[in-house]
């Protein structure tokens, strides 16, 4: 099954609410054997997530209380059929760290045919924060598809030894 990686900075804010969205999103559309994770560029190891984040998910029913941030290292990288990143400069240094990598790597945004980043809300006010996660389901919803279709192209080039 594909896996996928959302990437933001200290992956306690976008990205597990992301990776929670999306996940849901997969098992909607029958796809429960999907791996979705998340890391950060910058991320300390076992940084819970931050409690907006946590809290505007639990009123969408989706509980992200169990997530611990990781650095995005090569191991998670390798072993992810599809990279989505939070903002241009996530991608931009991946791609530069990561060059193996780069046909995997994309903004989250251009899932939707456009290309900006997304503003982390970290230290914001709740408002910030519910932003986000309208913006993050919307750009998820809308992108699916190609989600959806970007993974499975590189996890067959992946199981053929046809990758990067």
């Given at each position: ?5 959302i990437?933001?900075t200290?992956?306690?804010c ?107 809300p ?37 199981l ?5």
């Amino acid at each position: 099954m594909a896996n996928i990686l959302i990437v933001c900075t200290a992956n306690i804010c976008r990205s597990p609410v992301a990776e929670a969205i999306l996940r849901d999103r997969l098992s909607n559309q029958g796809l429960d054997g999907w791996q979705v994770g998340s890391a950060g560029t910058w991320a300390s190891a076992g940084q819970l997530a931050s409690y907006y984040s946590v809290e505007i998910m639990a009123e969408q029913d989706l509980d992200i209380t169990g997530h611990t941030s990781k650095p995005v290292d090569d191991k998670l990288l390798g072993e992810s059929d599809l990279i989505l990143c939070m903002e241009l400069g996530h991608v931009e240094a991946l791609k530069t760290e990561f060059p193996q990598y780069t046909s995997r790597i994309y903004p989250l945004s251009e899932m939707t045919g456009q290309l900006y980043s997304i503003h982390d809300p970290y230290g914001e006010p709740r408002p910030a924060y519910e932003k986000m996660v309208a913006e993050l389901t919307q750009l998820i919803e809308d992108g699916l598809p190609r989600i959806i279709k970007l993974a499975r192209n590189n996890e067959e080039k992946r199981l053929d030894g046809k990758g990067d």
